[in-house]
């Protein structure tokens, strides 16, 4: 972006919103809360009780609600530092502040024009399709409701932009020197994900995108994308060429007779030990912020399996409120705005699959049970 306009020009939209997943804040919302994400599944009280217990070993609070506080006051500072007029908005799929209110605030704030940064940086139906349902839920309320009519567009995929990338590789770093010296430069490192069925993997992206053609689908492609790109910048920092490194997944929650995405976190790490790896570094590239399922599946979870095989083991950070990951949203905002206004616009990405579609196609990432109106799509 060379002249001044562009700099600080975010028109057509008027508004940002951040859009997540939301969490309990408090014991008696656990349950209440599973209730929403489980909607229309059938899943009995008593079972959503046993599910929770994740959530009561840390007082029944999710982290997420206070990381997405978090991350709003980040970008706000970061758009004003910057003279970007946008304001930013959170609304969460699953727990207040819910969607449909956010949305409503919005439209009797006078804003029309909306983009939506979801916490989700990757193609597929839970990190991306499901939102964009959500949203179409939710302005088909505010539609009935007699509300003005809103316009939302959301975000690329920004799993390989440099902003996401970049803190990713130093938290690696600093992971690996939290290590004892004797087996830092030995260490191999597991970079996780969340697991998904392996047909909603191989379903993930748009039918038309590369990536899609690639092993897993658009999903586990742009993974791999990610885990290389870090392990190449770790071995240039380190001067460690060669470091074995392996895409892995955690939080798997299906039945068990459908398939899944493999290797599960504990079952690498066993497979590690026994095959002489002098420790394990675990970096998860597929989470924004360190929310339960990196608190509890890789700080709790995994580290104790870790422990009770005497096997070294480290945690790196996710990217948080990084500055660079708030100023690689504002500049995602100014590029897609630049774009809707017909102007050229340099797309910024790392890696060998390049910037991700601006907008999504209807065949992108099926529901995987029956379809379903979704927003932001051509």
């Not at 439209?107 to 399709?129: N, Q």
């Not at 130093?170 to 970079?191: C, H, K, M, Q, S």
């Amino acid at each position: 972006m060379s002249d001044s306009r562009t700099l600080t020009d975010h028109a057509p939209y008027d508004a940002l919103l951040l859009l997540s997943f939301g969490g309990p804040e408090a014991p008696e919302d656990v349950v209440p809360f599973l209730e929403n994400v489980t909607r229309g599944r059938g899943i009995p009280k008593e079972r959503l009780t046993e599910v929770g217990k994740h959530y009561f070993l840390f007082g029944g609070v999710s982290p997420i609600n206070a990381q997405n506080r978090e991350l709003l006051a980040a970008l706000r500072k970061d758009f004003a530092e910057h003279g970007l007029g946008l304001p930013v908005y959170w609304g969460n799929r699953n727990w207040a502040p819910y969607l449909v209110d956010t949305l409503r605030e919005i439209a009797a704030d006078g804003h029309r024009r909306i983009l939506v940064l979801a916490t989700s940086a990757y193609a597929g139906y839970s990190g991306c399709r499901q939102y964009r349902e959500n949203l179409a839920d939710a302005l088909a309320q505010l539609a009935a409701e007699g509300a003005p009519e809103l316009t939302v567009d959301k975000l690329r995929h920004f799993y390989n932009h440099p902003g996401f990338v970049r803190p990713m590789v130093d938290a690696t770093l600093a992971a690996l020197a939290e290590l004892p010296a004797g087996v830092r430069d030995g260490a191999r490192i597991a970079f996780t994900t969340h697991s998904i069925p392996t047909a909603m993997a191989d379903a993930s992206g748009d039918p038309e995108d590369p990536a899609r053609e690639l092993p897993g689908g658009a999903y586990v492609a742009q993974h791999l994308d990610v885990a290389r790109l870090i392990a190449e910048a770790v071995a240039e920092a380190t001067g460690v060429a060669g470091r074995p490194w392996e895409l892995v997944y955690q939080s798997r929650s299906g039945a068990p007779h459908i398939p899944w995405l493999e290797p599960d976190i504990c079952d690498h790490l066993e497979a590690q030990h026994a095959d002489g790896a002098p420790a394990v570094v675990m970096v998860p590239i597929g989470f924004v912020s360190d929310h339960m399922e990196v608190k509890y599946d890789l700080d709790t979870e995994a580290l104790a399996k870790a422990a009770e095989l005497g096997l070294p083991a480290a945690r790196a950070a996710t990217v948080g409120t990084d500055p660079r990951f708030t100023a690689a949203v504002r500049e995602l905002v100014l590029e897609r705005a630049a774009g809707e206004r017909g102007e050229p616009v340099a797309r910024c990405a790392l890696g060998a699959l390049g910037p991700s579609h601006d907008v999504c196609a209807v065949a992108c990432c099926p529901n995987p049970r029956a379809p379903r109106p979704a927003a932001a799509q051509r």
